[in-house]
């Protein structure tokens, strides 16, 4: 990798200003795109984020770790290099960093999205030479239908389950995917319980508020009756069959996940009854979109079929190569746990 920014056996390393971005080894100071756990540790000295990505980390890794809030587009300096974050797309708080040292421009994207979704700020493009980009879904079979039509098939599905005297349960990344389903789901008029850990983080996300009417949280005391009109939202590790259906009666379980889209992916769980392609990624277009508006001429791969998909941009006029990082992907796993 070039000067700006290298690969280190802690994380991505900006040698002049002496910080990480995204690491996974503890490190003094790290910028976090987000925070979902591959890419917010533990164990750094300073967290430096977004005002929604501090607060949802002192949700996840406590209320004592030290942290600095920067908005959108502001800019600040270690060592004389230029950073500022800007909107990924991917979930509440998302950012791709930018960092510039003599007149040179690197971005990460972090993880990101291109349809604007109700609860993330969306994606913007930023221009530069270099480029680390995740490629979750990296390869040309990944494209996804509009998230509305996929809403739409989700209530004529519950609709369904009720007609049958069925609970509905969706699962979905509790940062991120829920947030979207449950701002999506409310505004087609269907009320929504959620499951007390997204509750929990629902309340660090203010740009959920104009949709908290239609959501409830469920807890030991409430009947089992009122569930069956409401979609029921859970994180992948409280979706397992048996604990739910002792709780709420039968159930249909929805997943709804990029990875729906390969066919036979369902079918690996008896878990899962129905699966809704709707991921918090980038599809193979728009990880295209992003890379040819960036301008980047060196693009580096990581989070995904980083090889592959380095060696594509190689044959089609890039300068490419994969990049060993320690990300995975929440959605790479059915059963995957926070
Ligand atoms: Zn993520
Ligand atoms: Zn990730």
């Known amino acids: 990798m070039g000067a700006l920014l290298e690969l280190t056996s802690k994380g991505i390393y900006c040698p002049p200003a002496d910080l990480y ?6 490190v003094e100071r790290a910028v976090i795109t987000h925070a979902h756990s591959d890419h917010a540790r533990w164990g750094m000295k300073q967290y430096i984020a977004t005002p929604i990505t501090v607060d949802l980390m002192h949700k996840r890794l406590g ?6 809030r920067i908005s959108y587009k502001e800019t600040f300096f270690h060592n004389g290099v230029q950073f500022s974050l800007h909107p990924a797309g991917h979930v509440p708080g998302s950012a791709q960093i930018r960092v510039e040292y003599k007149g040179e ?18 994606f913007e493009s930023v221009p530069c030479h270099s480029m680390i980009t995740e490629c979750t879904f990296g390869l040309p079979i990944y494209r996804w239908p509009k998230s509305s039509t996929i809403l739409h098939s989700i209530a004529q599905w519950h609709e369904q389950n009720k007609a049958q005297n069925l609970t ?3 699962v979905g990344y509790s940062l991120g995917k829920a947030q979207r389903l449950l701002a999506g789901l409310s505004a087609l008029g ?21 949709y908290t009417s239609f959501i409830r949280e469920w807890t030991k005391d409430t009947p089992n009756e009122v569930f069956k009109n409401d979609i029921l939202i859970v994180p992948p590790a409280a979706a397992d069959r ?19 889209q390969l066919r ?6 008896t878990n899962i009854d129905k699966g809704f392609v709707l991921s918090d ?9 992003a890379i040819k508006q960036s301008g980047a001429q060196n693009i580096y791969t990581t989070h995904g079929y980083s090889s592959t998909f380095a060696q594509w941009l190689s044959e089609n006029g890039w300068k490419a190569q994969p990049l060993q990082t320690e990300f995975i992907s929440a959605e790479t796993d059915v059963m995957v746990d926070e």
């Open 242 to 260: 048996t604990t739910l259906e002792k709780r709420l009666g039968p159930v249909k379980i929805g997943y709804c996940s990029g990875w729906m």
């Open 281 to 289: 990624h980038a599809d193979w277009n728009g990880l295209l979109q």
């Open 190 to 210: 269907i009320p929504l319980r959620v499951h007390s850990t997204i509750a929990d983080l629902n309340e660090s996300i203010p740009t959920l508020r104009p």
């Open 264 to 269: 036979g992916y369902k079918n690996r769980t």
């Open 105 to 122: 421009v690197w971005v990460f994207t972090g993880d990101f999205k291109i349809e604007p979704d109700a609860v993330s700020d969306p």
């Open 63 to 68: 209320k004592n770790i030290q942290t600095q």
């Open 21 to 26: 971005l995204d690491p996974w080894r503890p």
């Open 168 to 170: 509905t349960v969706l």
